[in-house]
């Protein structure tokens, strides 16, 4: 009989190489053994895995047992935060919140409105630490941002020409796996980081094929219209009517294979208990700490330099050029500082940056109006906002319970026309964003509103791939 990790646990040993082992070795020499006396010779062997240093079978498990176990970083008392709409997040994403306010390197945080439970940090948390970077507090999907051109063609063109405007989209946007035939070069290839970095030389070749494209999930590129509602914005533009481009999408596989790498690299340099172990952090007077934060930051330059590609194929497809531009990106760590000048290092894991005149986007869902926003740099907020509406449903849920035939009438009724997306990313799956913004109106001004029209994400089928 094969025993499971929860059999070893049950004697006595913890998740690690040694439970790894024992397993190989019971599969390999004693699986004939009933269960109870396998467990029997395991038991010896946690017991004393002196006497066991040289045993043919159990060596290398008794010599793993005898290693020196790292000290786990115990947890402090919970530090105070500040949570926003605190009646609409789930207790999943308070819990991890919670939790993430006992690290010793925690020095402040806030729970935006649209925070919901995801792994280590929540999405929606704000962290601010000393000298430290939790990868996991910054995301998989690092530098993941929203970008939006705005252009003085009339809105009504969306409507008029609905069938262009929707091959603008297939011809000049990819998601998921679909990348262009032709990638375009770019300047962040030749940056030193790709010959620096081992991590990075062998992701170089997958970033050059998937530059310019969006991912999946909540991932989009739409057309839309721009209401400009106050006069006085950093745009430069006045109130109006705009047709504008809206953008949603990261760094694609380069950041998610740098999150993946120091997040083990965290895990193993930084023991914490069981419900902390996603929050481990890098040191960042130490080399990998170091080298984190390089990478970081390149996957961030990256996801722009992926959002200008798109806006430039969509703008040479219209003919125009660009009246303006806006950008903002969270999952990302920003030096910055805190109220008695001292640096701190600010992770925004789902938080939009909203220091005082920052400009920001945050949209609602594809049924519902996005928000261009000035940032006020609220102190409690850690100078942030919310990146979105937030999920009201996890993606198990909503295409469980959500009907095709609910969302395609949803969208006619808000005059919306859509090129893929499965039921997951259903406008019903999100929360109010008019109640977000209510609970956030201490953290941002609105300057205008963008409502979509024609959208695209993941999961269109109906097009074949045009270059």
């Known amino acids: 009989m094969s025993l499971t990790g929860n059999d070893l646990k049950s004697v006595g040993f913890e998740e690690g190489k040694a439970l790894g082992l024992a397993l190989q ?23 004393d895995p002196a006497a066991y240093q040289h045993d043919t079978h159990f060596g290398a498990v008794a010599n793993q047992l005898l290693q020196p176990v790292d000290p786990v970083i115990a947890l402090e008392p919970q530090k105070a935060y500040t949570v926003y709409g605190a009646e609409g997040i789930e207790q999943g994403a308070i819990g991890q919140m919670q939790t993430a306010m006992r690290l010793p390197v925690t020095v402040g945080g806030a729970l935006m409105p649209d925070a919901h439970q995801g792994y280590g940090l929540p999405i ?34 969306l409507q008029q020409k609905t069938e262009s405007f929707k091959k603008m989209l297939v011809d000049n946007t990819r998601f998921g796996i679909a990348t262009f035939k032709k990638p375009q070069d770019d300047a962040v290839f030749e940056r030193k980081e790709f010959q620096d970095l081992n991590i990075l030389r062998g992701l170089k070749d997958r970033a050059w094929q998937q530059i310019g494209s969006s991912g999946g999930g909540n991932h989009f590129v739409e057309f839309g219209v721009v209401e400009i509602t106050n006069a006085i914005n950093e745009l430069n533009v006045p109130v109006g009517q705009y047709l504008a481009v809206l953008s949603h999408s990261g760094s694609r596989g380069l950041g998610a294979n740098i999150a993946r790498h120091y997040t083990d690299v965290a895990m193993n340099l930084c023991k914490l208990p069981t419900e902390a172990k996603h929050l481990a952090w890098l040191d960042l007077d130490t080399e990998a700490g170091q080298e984190y934060w390089l990478a970081m930051n390149l996957a961030g330059d990256y996801a722009s330099a992926c959002h ?11 003919g125009e050029t660009p009246l303006a531009m806006i950008e ?49 740099g609220l102190a409690a907020s850690i100078s942030s906002a919310s990146h979105g509406a937030g999920r009201l449903m996890s993606r198990t849920k909503a295409k469980a319970s959500i009907s095709p035939g609910a969302v395609k009438a949803m969208l006619q009724h808000e005059g919306v026309e859509l090129i893929g997306a499965g039921l997951d990313e259903a406008p019903m799956a999100y929360k109010n964003i008019h109640q977000v913004m209510e609970y956030q109106k201490d953290l941002v001004d609105t300057l205008g509103t963008f409502m979509p029209r024609i959208v695209r994400m993941c999961g269109d089928e109906r097009f074949q791939e045009v270059d």
């Open 25 to 47: 070795v019971m599969e390999k020499n004693f699986s004939t053994l009933p269960a109870a006396d396998q467990l029997s010779l395991l038991k010896q062997v946690i017991t």
């Open 124 to 157: 929606g948390g704000v962290l601010a630490t000393r000298n430290a970077v939790i990868p996991y507090g910054v995301g998989v999907d690092i530098g993941c941002r929203m970008c939006m051109t705005l252009y003085t063609l009339p809105a009504t063109m």
């Open 308 to 318: 200008h590609q798109i806006h430039s194929r969509l703008a040479v497809a219209l």
């Open 328 to 376: 903002n990106h969270h999952n990302f760590a920003w030096k910055e500082k805190d109220a008695h000048g001292r640096e701190i290092i600010v992770h925004r894991k789902g938080a939009t940056p909203a220091g005082k005149g920052v400009l920001g986007i945050i949209p609602g869902s594809m049924a519902s109006p996005g928000f261009i926003v000035r940032g006020k």
